[in-house]
């Protein structure tokens, strides 16, 4: 996404486009990898050092409330996070923690008794399970394996 268009979506979403949150926005749409919280502020105080901790974990917290960002939860670690571009699902490997993203398709909405009085926006995956590179190979994948 260009600057204005990082703008635009800030503006569009009700929030102000302060250079802290500008910075944060621009950062996660220019990194792909699931960064952490600290991983973001590290990564913008070494661009402009005045933005605080504090002010970073602000900017994502408000990013998540007007959709533009999405916060991945990883069990027993620090939640990680991905700007909402195109629609996707996520999976987390058990074993290293890593987050990728996986091919969006819809899935089926809960009978609306199920869900009471509830307002449901939409149904997103995780999926969990072994990563390709901490998934065990079988013996006929290992005897492919050039090496």
């Not at 919280?37 to 900017?59: G, K, L």
């Not at 009471?116 to 005897?143: D, F, N, T, Y």
Request: proline share 6%.
């Amino acid at each position: 996404m260009n600057p204005e268009g990082i703008k635009q979506s800030l503006e569009d979403s009700g929030l102000r486009c302060t250079p802290q949150r500008y910075a944060v926005m621009a950062f996660l749409t220019e990194h792909r990898g699931h960064p952490t919280a600290a991983e973001i502020f590290e990564a913008v105080n070494r661009v402009d050092p005045r933005s605080s901790r504090a002010t970073t974990y602000n900017n994502l917290r408000d990013l998540v409330r007007a959709g533009l960002v999405r916060e991945v939860a990883v069990e027993g670690r620090a939640a990680r996070f991905d700007a909402m571009g195109t629609r996707h699902h996520h999976f987390i490997c058990d074993r290293c923690g890593g987050v990728e993203d996986m091919r969006w398709y819809l899935v089926p909405r809960p009978d609306s008794g199920a869900l009471g009085r509830r307002v449901l926006r939409e149904c997103e995956l995780i999926l969990r399970g072994l990563c390709e590179k901490c998934a065990p190979q079988s013996p006929a994948a290992r005897a492919r394996k050039p090496g």
